[in-house]
């Protein structure tokens, strides 16, 4: 079955890049029809949406975080990745990385499977 | 404050049918198709209903979702200890700052 895996560093100094990358096992990236999703939840809060990827590299953001964000693929390795710039503690976050089944028009549609995430905290 | 308006907290014992709401507007709930997600605790939300009221296949017919202009909902019968969980709604935002938004979250306590 399809698999996702994040890895990345846990801690993370004020004002520097937060970087994460995903891994998938189980289905190509470069398959049409699907999303590839990065998905935070704050200590204790919800869940914010942060943007997705296409296999093509079109790429759609969050609008309070698209200054900030940037989202990568590698087809080769069948990963895609996170960039957060300019982190404050406000970031600090689990960060999931998840498979969005395209819906109807092309937006985001739901969010199968997810990662089991991994926490972030930015910090001095 | 979330723009999806979920109820923090819901709870009901063991057998017991309970339902989750999710209030929205014309530019997300009124205008796409609403999914729920189960959070166990510590773990990570797993799909539990896509386009409305579809089941991905594993999930229990016990959960079932609606939908009714720009509100929806989420119930759950035959209430067992092991649905204790956060429950979130999703849905596309196509406003002039389109996005994908969450609820809130609810709460779900069996007594």
């Known amino acids: 079955q399809v698999q996702l895996q994040e890895s990345g560093p846990g801690l993370v100094k004020p004002s520097q890049t937060l970087s994460l990358t995903c891994t998938v096992s189980g289905a190509s990236i470069s398959n049409g029809g699907y999303h590839w999703t990065w998905i935070r939840q704050h200590p204790g809060k919800g869940l914010e949406w942060i943007g997705y990827i296409y296999y093509s590299g079109n790429t759609y953001y969050n609008p309070s975080l698209r200054s900030r964000v940037t989202i990568s693929v590698d087809t080769s390795a069948n990963q895609f990745s996170l960039k957060l710039t300019s982190v404050t503690a406000a970031d600090t976050a689990v960060y999931y990385c998840?498979?969005?089944?395209?819906?109807?028009?092309?937006?985001?549609?739901?969010?199968?499977?997810w990662g089991q995430g991994t926490l972030v905290t930015v910090s001095s | 404050q979330s723009v999806l308006t979920q109820p923090p907290s819901a709870s009901g014992t063991p057998g017991q049918r309970v339902t989750i709401s999710c209030s929205g507007s014309s530019s997300n709930i009124g205008s796409n198709t609403v999914k729920w997600y189960q959070q166990l605790p510590g773990a990570a939300p797993k799909l539990l209903i896509f386009?409305?009221?579809q089941r991905p296949s594993g999930v229990p017919d016990r959960f079932s979702g609606s939908k009714s202009g720009t509100s929806a909902s989420l119930a759950i019968s035959g209430l067992q200890s092991e649905d204790e969980a956060d429950y979130y709604c999703a849905t596309w935002d196509d406003s002039l700052n389109a996005l994908v938004l969450f609820g809130g979250g609810t709460k779900l306590t069996v007594l």
């Open positions: 998840a498979r969005d089944r395209e819906g109807r028009g092309g937006v985001p549609g739901w969010f199968d499977p």
């Open positions: 386009n409305n009221n």
